[in-house]
């Protein structure tokens, strides 16, 4: 790996470790390997969002030609939004593709991506369904984002949505895998026999 | 103790005075404390010139002064915060020499400094500083003062060099306005009274003269309303008022001249309230379509690039930069090089090598003590000034054959014992078509082409040469050739009997004539060859190429040279062709050399070029990041606490090349920013910025 690439990411790795969201443990990053090639990030869901509460997961990447060219990031933790697959967890941020710059840092990249669960931006989807449902019923995608937090990102769980915890478990009795019933179900507006049709075809 | 440059009186209150000192403060007084009454350190160099604000009648203009610094820079200040300028800008590159607020516009401040500059600046507060005219005099500004009533004129003279009181309308920056020239000195302060019509100076030359402005001179209207110039490349540019009828086209230019007429965007509608009288003119550009670019400077720049100025032995010097001249077909200064080289390191090159350089020094010493030095010297000059006319047969003739050529063992009757030492290097003779002075360059080796050499051969008129030169030494340089340089197509040819029977009468003239007197004192005391008397010619040489406008010739011997003219020039000289080799360095973007140059130029003794290097030699820099101007050394900002001019692509800091973006003040290591560009438009700090290197 070349040498400008590793400095700066122990630099920028370092910087992430003291920032002041550190502290208040917003963000997170942990190596993976001695070489700084691959990294674990972990941003948290920010207030006010479906997805306050939660902790997600990232992948980070450091390729070859580090910072001429961005890091590869992806959500390890599943997730509801609209920019973000809810399959493959890849990332649909500007940043991270052609605006990239030189000057932006592990650090920044984090925040970007905490600013990004927190506005979401439809007309540039990375997840068409998702982005639909986000246009359409908002209110839907709302629960619907909150439910996935509380699944998989250990967000606290409030009674409000044990109607989708109900659905989930129904399905899930039925045999089908329990992500997979999920996913099914949050495409279809959470209607059983939609849902139901969808996993069985 | 430190001297104080300037005081400066309230212009409401009575007792209240500024002083300017060297020290880099400006100290408030009040007349009737004896202390003073505060203290402003501006952290910027000596104070030149401070400056109340007239308007104090204005409750926001009462406390208002500026002060102006060596550095360059404009402090303005507020009389109640003596701790910190209010407002700060640079205005010039060198020392402000003086500021002057307006009298009517509040947000008008005009400076001067030694940049030849009269510049005024708009100051409004909480907007930035601009600069909304700029006035270029011809010398380094002292004092300037605005005309009262007139709200674009202002006066100013010149601290050196002009004696005029030029009055300036700053919207016309090129031409004074009006000139008063009766000082014989320079003039050292303006005042106006409170007309605009009068006002008085004082000058150097011991008068204060009162002038009226009727008596105002008007240089624009002696001024030429043509103008030609012409750049590099051979184009010409032609530009003249439609009155002397300018719009002719170049009449009768060449074939290889391409007129571009450019659109007269000169020309401006005659405005009525305009005082001046607008003249139409056209700008004719001649371009140059001659592919063989008879002004092309290839040459300069590649001889600048690869000479070798110093660091080295003398001999290696000259051989290295006659070698770098042969390369580019200068053989003139190939001649040049290697003439300097057997002048002077010759001598020194001796007890080096443990070799005697003797023929050429043998036979120098056989003429000056035969009585024969005037002579050489004479012949010496002489072919400095003859040498450039006969450049072109020069060029003709084949490189020079060698610089240690076998001596020919079929040369009969040869006895000479020196033969067989090595020869100095070869110097092509660049007078040989000539025949009156072949004998003058002979005494500095020979070795020369096989061309020239035929042609001297085939002359007849052997008598000619006996005509002029002493008896004893007619023959022996002549020997000297033939010795050292039998061309083999002029030994072969059976049509030429004359030189070899020349060459038999010669040896055995020169056999006599070295066991006689030369041989015996040559090798152990080469030092005989007197410098000294040499010097003058080489100074003379310096002084040719000078006027033949080869000053890089002049400067690169001057500074291999070194001590060995020491004290033969006059220094004011010397710096004169130091600037100007400097200054065509500059012309042609050889920044290193330039610098290399002045760097030497200290060297050798000429400390006012040397010192080039050390002015301005400081940048003053603000915090990237918050914009706080760096008052410490070091790497880090002491508002924000973070690193300062980091590199934007690996974000470490820069130590050696930084380079940045001008247009949005980014920057890093030039090969991370190279290789950011390669792939990117766009700044590397992601401010958006389409960031343009040129």
Known sequence: ?201 | MVRCAMVCFHPTELHVLLSGSQDGTVKLFDLRKKESASTFHGRSESVRDVQFNPHSVIRDYYFSFASTHENGNVLLWDLRRPDKAERFFTAHSGPVFCCDFHPDDKSWLATAGRDKAIKVWEVVPYKQIQEVHCVQTIASVGRIKWRPQRRYHIASCSLLVDFSINIWDIRRPYIPFAAFEEHRDVTTGITWRQDPHIFLSCSKDCTVYQHVFRDAKRPADHANPMGLCFNVRGDISFAASEALGGGARGKGGSGMYASTRLPSFFRKNPDPTEQFRSVNSNLSVFTNRNQENPTAMDWFVKTAENYCLTGRPLSELCEHNAQVARQLGRHQIVQTWLMLKLIFAGLGAVSDKGVVTSPSLGRIVSLSTTGGQGDLLDRLSQHNETSTVTDMQEAKSAEPTGITKEKDPSEPGDAEPKSALPQPPATDNPAHADLTHVHGDFFFGDGEGGGGYNDYDSLPNMDHIQDWTLPGEAFQPRHEIIDRNPSPEELDRPDSPTSINESETVSLSNEKFLKGTVLTPTPTNPSFLDVRLLSPLVVDMLHHYAQQGDVQMTVSVMIVLGDHLKDQIEEQIQEHWLMSYVDMLGCFKLWMVATEIVKLSYLIGVPSVGTLNQNSTSIHSNCNHCSKPLTQKGWLCTRCQKLVNTCSVCHHVVKGLYVWCQGCSHGGHIHHIQEWLRTNQQCPAGCGHCCQYT
């Not at chain 1, 109900?166 to 949050?186: C, I, N, P, W, Y």
């Open chain 1, 1 to 201: 790996m070349a040498n400008i690439a590793v400095a700066r990411i122990k630099r920028e790795f370092r910087e992430v470790v003291k920032s002041e969201e550190a502290a208040k443990c917003n963000i997170r990053v942990e190596l993976i390997d001695d070489n700084f090639t691959e990294l674990r990030g972990e941003i948290a869901g920010p207030p006010e969002t479906p997805y306050e509460g939660g902790k997600f997961l990232l992948e980070i990447k450091i390729p070859e030609t580090y910072p001429f060219n961005p890091p590869k990031v992806k959500f390890m933790t599943k997730i509801w939004h609209p920019n973000i697959s809810s399959v493959t967890g890849a990332i649909c941020l500007d940043i991270l593709k052609d605006q990239w710059a030189a000057a932006m840092t592990l650090r920044t990249v984090l925040l970007s991506l905490q600013a990004l669960l927190s506005a979401a931006e439809p007309d540039d989807p990375q997840d068409a369904v998702v982005a639909k449902q986000y246009k359409e019923n908002r209110h839907l995608w709302e629960k619907t984002a909150r439910h996935w937090a509380q699944e998989y990102a250990e967000a606290p769980k409030s009674k409000k949505d044990d109607e989708f915890y109900d659905k989930v478990s129904q399905l899930a009795e039925m045999g089908f895998d329990r992500h997979k019933a999920l996913t099914a179900l949050s495409a279809h507006e959470w209607n059983m026999e939609r849902a139901t049709q969808d996993l069985i075809s």
